[in-house]
């Protein structure tokens, strides 16, 4: 009896000293971030049990892929940047109340955080697979475009996915209901920190979690491009969660919003009538096929007969305009290029379609013009199922592949390309010993001798080859290896030196390949795919779109091309060339058909501007303004500004329907290859709804 009364009397006292004990368990040691932990670490089982069985149910396409375990450990990593994205919100406001004067509010708030993001991971993997056997794909972009029409999706998917429905929102309701059981542990268990300690770690828990987010110490953080290792778009998809697909489909919706019509707005049959009519007068005539699905499908005869077609390889130069081109009214600082202008196709008056990257890559790769919207290697739609040049080759037989020196996913490209007709990507992580790195990636010179082994062990093969080269030292900040060249400014860091090394590295490989054996076989295409600043204080700069083109290799005589020509025009030139004959969207003019007396014709997007010019004729589309006209003096480069000329209506008109149309094409979705069977239109897969 004692003894039971002092076991009670002191039974308080040791409830006492257990308060005051140090609690070393992991949930004092995360205190207030505990909830938030919680839900990282099942956010990151949930996902990659998710993959894993994605992975058992579609393992004869990925084991078909070669990538096999690569597509479950790099998907662990962007889970990771998932549920980091997840706590990036709660994270920020830390400082605020995770401490003990904001207990009460910081204790609600995350637990209903972390059910809420738990809730949201379960519901898009539990749809993932109805999504997948109805697309090939994770839900991505249509997903997000279904959700501005719930009345008629919500009658679709009730009549035709009854139980996929039932099974989600009853797998949805489940989460919710063990997610609060899950949180409700560490909600209850967690404990405040002192304001100060809040404070002094929230430094380095934001460094962490911006770490996690990067995954990347490189130039770039990785998106989801990083991840295209293959060209089997269902297996690159697996790599991701179906969270992180969503988002970056709602975060590319952003680039979509500028529409054409800000210029005036043609009929549809009067766009394409007017395109066709410009094709006619404009360019050498051309067979265009009789498709009302695809309008723009072109029948390409090629001017060389060949018994078997060449090879082609694209040097696409970064940041090489006119400006630097002596014979073209620049300056001396390429000499190279002067050398080799003797031997092959020389282009006059060739103009970039814009001044970014992607833009040039969206000219010269896949024969696309430009709108007032983002470059198609960004826009949603365009991420499978887009005509480019390596997927008309593909289909003939051609290994394709994109070789760079910096990050493959900077600006999509590496997405971009995998998705349509590019076999093989390689970027600066496979250089094992480069010659010189800077902050754009690794030097031209090793760009271009990773090119040449390529190149020469592709001949071997027999197989025929495509491949796009983009270069990189001419981008600031202008690095590139001492001792190459002697240099022009006495700084070494600037933009003339700069292209003098790229120069001198363009130089060098063109020697290399034309001692080579795979030189008789291939055409070189030498391009810019921009000027490096594009600024004046003309309505739009046309000079400053001026650009060298070079086509070189094979039996290429030396030419000059003196008509205006567009960027668009050398996909299907190439093509020409090589001896392809071949069915496609494309509508640039293929030069080698035309006898060179045409003025030609180009067009220019420029921020909010758009100019079009035949020979030096001018419009200029202005949004909410009518047209500007002028002429441009090719010889003192400048765009004066005149009133309309008589035909000013006809140009305002093929200016409008030619931008209008890139837009269209896109929206349609109809810039596309017919199918390789039947001859018919191909959708991509996002465009079954019609």
Do not use: C
Request: glycine share 6%.
């Amino acid at each position: 009896m004692n003894t039971s009364s002092s076991g009670a009397a002191f039974a308080p006292a040791t409830t006492v000293r257990a308060g005051l004990r140090p609690d070393r368990s992991l949930k004092n040691l995360l205190g207030p971030y505990a909830p938030l932990a919680v839900m990282m670490l099942a956010g990151m089982i949930l996902l990659s049990a998710s993959r894993l069985a994605l992975v058992m149910w579609l393992w004869p396409r990925v084991e078909a892929s070669g990538l096999g375990w690569e597509v479950l450990w790099q998907g662990v990593r962007v889970d990771l940047i998932q549920v980091s994205l997840l706590a990036v919100v709660p994270i920020l406001v830390a400082p605020l109340l995770a401490h003990r004067f904001g207990w009460a509010v910081w204790r609600r708030f995350t637990t209903a955080w972390a059910i809420g993001g738990l809730t949201l991971l379960v519901f898009l993997e539990i749809v993932t697979p109805a999504f997948i056997l109805e697309y090939e794909v994770r839900p991505n972009r249509l997903f997000v475009e279904y959700l501005i029409y719930p009345r008629e999706v919500v009658t679709m998917l009730w009549r035709g996915f009854k139980l996929p429905v039932v099974v989600a929102i009853s797998v949805t309701a489940l989460s919710v209901v063990l997610t609060r059981r899950l949180m409700r542990t560490p909600a209850a268990q967690a404990r405040p920190w002192r304001w100060w300690i809040v404070w002094l770690s929230w430094p380095l828990v934001v460094l962490a979690l911006a770490l996690a987010i990067r995954s990347t110490l490189d130039h770039r953080p990785v998106n989801p491009a990083s991840f295209a290792l293959s060209s089997d778009t269902l297996v690159n998809s697996l790599i991701l969660n179906s969270t992180w697909s969503v988002a970056h489909a709602l975060y590319g919706l952003r680039n979509e919003n500028v529409s054409s019509e800000i210029y005036g707005k043609l009929d549809t049959e009067t766009m394409l009538e007017t395109v066709r009519d410009a094709r006619q007068s404009l360019g050498a005539p051309t067979a265009v096929v009789n498709s009302a699905e695809l309008p723009t499908m072109t029948r390409l005869t090629p001017t060389a007969n060949r018994t078997r077609p060449l090879n082609l390889v694209i040097i696409l130069e970064e940041s090489l305009g006119a400006t630097f081109v002596e014979s073209l009214g620049g300056l001396p600082v390429t000499p190279e290029l002067e050398r080799l202008k003797q031997e092959g196709w020389w282009f006059e008056r060739l103009y970039a379609t814009g001044t970014r990257s992607v833009r040039g890559i969206e000219a010269v790769v896949t024969g696309f013009p430009p709108t007032p919207a983002q470059s198609v290697v960004k826009l949603a739609k365009a991420q499978g199922g887009f005509t480019t040049l390596a997927a008309i080759l593909e289909r003939e037989g051609y290994r394709t592949s994109f070789i760079y020196g910096g990050e493959a996913h900077f600006d999509n490209m590496r997405g971009f390309f995998m998705a349509n007709g590019f076999q093989t990507v390689i970027d600066q992580n496979d250089y094992p010993n480069p010659v010189f790195k800077g902050s754009w990636g690794v030097s031209d010179e090793d760009l271009f001798d990773r090119t040449h082994q390529e190149l020469l062990a592709q001949h071997q093969t027999d197989t025929p080859f495509f491949t796009l080269v983009f270069t990189s030292s001419n981008h600031s900040p202008f690095e590139f290896p001492d001792g190459r060249i002697e240099l022009f400014n006495p700084e070494k860091a600037t933009d003339n030196n700069a292209v003098k090394y790229a120069d001198y590295a363009l130089g060098r490989f063109i020697d290399q390949a034309r001692s080579s054996a795979y030189w008789q076989d291939t055409l070189f295409l030498i391009v810019a795919d921009h000027d490096i600043r594009v600024r004046g204080e003309e309505l739009v700069p046309i000079e400053r779109f001026h650009i060298p083109g070079l086509i070189l290799g094979a039996d290429v005589q030396a030419r000059r091309i003196q008509t205006v020509a567009s960027q668009i025009d050398l996909p299907v030139t190439m093509l020409s060339l090589m001896g392809i004959e071949a069915e496609h969207p494309m509508i640039g003019r293929d030069l080698s058909a035309e006898a060179g007396t045409l003025p030609g014709r180009a067009m220019m997007q420029y921020e909010n501007l758009y100019a079009w010019m035949e020979g030096d004729d001018v419009v200029v589309l202005r949004p909410e303004h009518a047209p500007a006209f002028g002429r441009f003096d090719p010889t003192h480069k400048r765009l004066e500004e005149t009133p309309a000329p008589p035909h000013g209506e006809v140009l305002a008109t093929r200016a409008l329907a030619h931008v209008q149309l890139g837009s269209w094409l896109y929206r349609t979705e109809r810039y596309r290859l017919p199918d390789a069977e039947t001859g018919t239109a191909r959708r991509g897969l996002d465009a079954r709804d019609g």
